[in-house]
């Protein structure tokens, strides 16, 4: 089931979101801010592209799997894109 695999390489990608967060948090220089919007856009991406493009869903369209879950990575794929494109504009 690529199901499955999609949501396990979502888990492994939210993990680095995370310390990117936690570095933000404890550093907040400008140099920090920006790499971590770098990284937080990349991340974001891959969050997107994972279960559309490089490891898909379930075919089958009534699947619960395909119906309710696959717009939730790709709604937080696109808000995590959003915030680290805010990072990097950010001037102080």
């Known amino acids: 089931m690529t199901c ?4 396990r390489a979502g888990t492994g990608i ?5 310390v990117a967060g ?3 948090i404890a550093r907040g220089t400008t140099e920090t801010r920006q790499a971590g919007g770098i990284f937080s856009i990349a991340m974001g ?6 279960p559309t493009v490089l490891i898909g869903m379930c075919k089958m369209a009534s699947h619960t799997c395909s119906m309710t879950t696959l717009p ?15 990072l990097v504009w950010k001037r102080e």
């Not at 991406?45 to 994972?50: G, I, P, Q, S, T």
């Open 4 to 7: 499955g695999w999609a949501a």
């Open 14 to 18: 939210g993990a680095p979101i995370m």
């Open 22 to 24: 936690g570095l933000l």
């Open 45 to 50: 991406a891959h969050v997107v592209l994972f």
């Open 72 to 86: 939730a990575p790709e709604l937080l794929g696109v808000i995590v894109i959003m915030v680290g494109g805010y």
